[in-house]
Nanobody, 118 residues
Framework: QLVESGGGLVQAGGSLRLSCAAS????????MGWYRQAPGKQREMVAT???????NYADSVKGRFTISRDNAKNTVYLQMNSLKPEDTAVYYC??????????????WGKGTLVTVSS
């Protein structure tokens, strides 16, 4: 399972750091990422990172958000700086997991709400 933390209310221009820890019968984790869904909109990719630390960002967050991971802790982070009201959304963690029985599972967290006030 994936458990996210770190969401909350922040003023525009502020910062938040999201964390997502994976647990369970994990053999390995390939890609991890953060996605978000604003009210009335479809879920969109925010940032992803491979096991080799190659990262990819949505154009809307480049230069403001940084994704990182700690493979020893099966944890992915999202440092969000210079937040804007349009960043308001529920943020979901995703992980592509190979379990100990070598089956592949695409896990999603339950989401954490980020609200940016103007």
């Amino acid at each position: 399972q994936l458990v996210e933390s770190g969401g909350g209310l922040v003023q525009a221009g502020g910062s938040l750091r999201l964390s997502c820890a994976a647990s369970g019968s994990i053999f390995s984790i390939s890609a991890m990422g953060w996605y978000r869904q604003a009210p009335g909109k479809q879920r969109e990719m925010v940032a992803t990172i491979t096991s080799g630390d190659t990262s990819n960002y949505a154009d809307s967050v480049k230069g403001r958000f940084t994704i990182s991971r700690d493979n020893a802790k099966n944890t992915v982070y999202l440092q969000m700086n210079s937040l804007k009201p349009e960043d308001t959304a529920v943020y979901y963690c995703n992980a592509e997991v190979t379990q100990v029985d070598y089956s592949g599972v695409d896990f999603w967290g339950k989401g954490t709400l980020v609200t940016v006030s103007s």
